[in-house]
């Protein structure tokens, strides 16, 4: 542009005058400045990330954290050879996870770094099902005679159905009722059979925030294992629990503690307080993950193994899980998560003193609230209506049906985060207090007709 129009006003400037959502690239460049205030100005409608209760992805790290991450965006994790102390970062992260996740022998222990937990539970469910193909082989099964499957209870998360989906695998899902609101496991061998590539157990269920009992699921694969002469095993979908359950219930047996648990994969951009996105997985022995799924690539005159769905990314969320380690400790990531989960109880107890609301979670293990209108109350509005109204002072939350046999349920959830303190907690249940109110006063509902359907909910 010409140095005439550097110093005109952002505002008086042509490009403000158009639309910045373009259909077609521009022809000239434009100012730095301009264009960064333009651009930024495009996302203001948007809600605030701190006040957004649907999701469980971290919307918060500590200044010294962004900057060392933004000085990092270059470094590509899967160049290993360029790059060899970034790689030695990814791995002190693993050790630690394997760690945290009582793995019985480090040495024979293989995992990764991913792009979040959905790519990781990807490859747990190929390890899985390339694990099944060899043993079936062995054991004199026609593979081609039937679709292999997967056994996961009805509360998973879509990153399981879009396995299912890709690498033609039949889901069976166990179904959550009342009294078991996650996996029954009395009836979840009922799924299994010759061609069931592994059981899935969820440490942490998208709705509702509950683990799945992994210890006595254990205990079922274990008897099954013994009578078939099988080694059917389990992987954990650890996504939020993973990386929450091991500093505030180290007791609670569902890692690798468990004999069947073959592989764990978790988010470190939600309770592991990385924004996103960066997952992991992590085999308790190499044997588990087939060698067929391990590339050895030439790249950039180096050989490097990768396992990855993913190849060229950026090492800054790795790097900033690594500071979170390094920076917290167990100790620290205790007293957050410790923390987090009072703010959780607090908002519930306030919650249920309104006397209308059912609690199905009152994070004492996840920092999730969840809970829907009693049965028999009788109010002239859904929680439709109420998510509408704390929308209306910036809160996002969102209000969603359970899954199969549950789906008639419509229920509300908040996530906790780290980043949510006891200051934010009392603003909300006051906003809570006086959206109740005020929907008790009003005459009409502007959604008392419609269907029941997800409402503001997308993770």
């Known amino acids: 542009m010409g140095i005439d129009n550097i110093y005109q006003p952002i505002f008086g400037s042509k490009a403000s005058k158009e639309n910045v959502i373009l259909k077609k690239i521009r022809k000239e460049s434009l100012d730095s400045t301009l264009a960064y205030r333009l651009v930024k100005d495009q996302l203001i409608n948007e809600g605030n990330a701190r006040q957004n209760m649907a999701t469980f992805c971290q919307t918060y790290m500590e200044p010294e954290a962004t900057k060392l991450m933004s000085e990092t965006f270059e470094k590509n994790a ?17 050790d630690i996870i394997g ?9 024979k222990m293989i995992g990764t770094s991913t792009v979040g937990s959905s790519e990781a539970c990807m490859l747990g469910g190929l390890a899985m ?47 959550m009722d009342q009294e078991h609101m996650s996996i029954n496991t009395e009836k979840v061998l009922d799924y299994v059979d010759d061609y069931t590539i592994g059981i899935v157990g969820i440490l942490g269920i998208t709705y509702t925030g509950k683990y799945d009992n992994i210890k006595e699921l254990d205990k079922k694969v274990d008897e099954f294992n013994k009578m078939n002469k099988r080694s059917l ?4 979908d650890g ?17 690798f503690r468990l004999k069947n648990v073959v592989s764990i994969n978790t988010s470190g951009h939600k309770y592991g307080l990385v924004y996103p996105g960066v997952g992991w997985i992590i085999w308790r022995d190499k044997k588990f993950l087939p060698e067929d799924l391990i590339f050895n690539v030439s790249y950039l005159g180096g050989e490097m193994p990768t396992m990855a769905l993913n190849f060229s990314r950026s090492a800054s969320q790795v790097i900033g899980q690594y ?16 923390r987090t989960r009072n703010v959780a109880k607090k908002i519930s107890s306030a919650i249920e003193e309104l006397g209308i609301f059912e609690i199905y979670n009152d994070g004492d293990n996840l920092p999730i ?3 829907r209108l009693k049965p028999k109350v009788k109010v002239n509005w859904n929680l439709y209506d109420l998510a509408d109204r704390l929308q209306m002072k910036g809160w996002q939350v969102p209000a969603y049906p359970l899954p199969e046999d549950l789906d008639k349920i419509l229920i509300q959830r908040f996530v906790c985060r780290g980043d949510f303190g006891m200051n934010m907690a009392s603003a909300l249940i006051e906003d809570i207090k006086i959206a109740v109110a005020e929907l008790n006063d009003a005459n009409v509902s502007m959604h008392q007709k419609e269907k029941i359907h997800s409402h503001g909910f997308t993770h």
């Not at 996504?239 to 890692?255: C, H, I, N, Q």
């Not at 500071?323 to 410790?338: A, C, E, T, V």
Request: charged residues 25%; negative net charge; hydrophobic residues 35%.
């Open 78 to 94: 899967i160049d290993k050879t360029e790059y060899p102390s970034t790689a030695k970062i990814e791995q002190a992260c693993i």
């Open 233 to 236: 095993g389990i992987h954990v």
């Open 99 to 107: 760690d945290l996740w009582n793995v019985p022998d480090g040495d």
């Open 369 to 371: 609230v969840c809970y």
């Open 129 to 175: 099902k390339f694990k099944w193909r060899e043993e079936a082989k062995i054991r004199g099964i026609d593979i081609n005679k039937k679709k292999p499957n997967l056994v996961i209870s009805s509360g998973y998360q879509v990153c399981w159905e879009k396995f299912c989906v890709y690498w033609d695998i039949e889901m069976r899902t166990v179904p």
């Open 323 to 338: 500071y979170n380690f390094y920076r917290f400790g167990f100790n620290g990531y205790r007293d957050i998560h410790l």
């Open 239 to 255: 996504a939020s629990g993973a990386m929450f359950a091991p500093f505030t219930s180290p007791e609670l047996e569902w890692d």
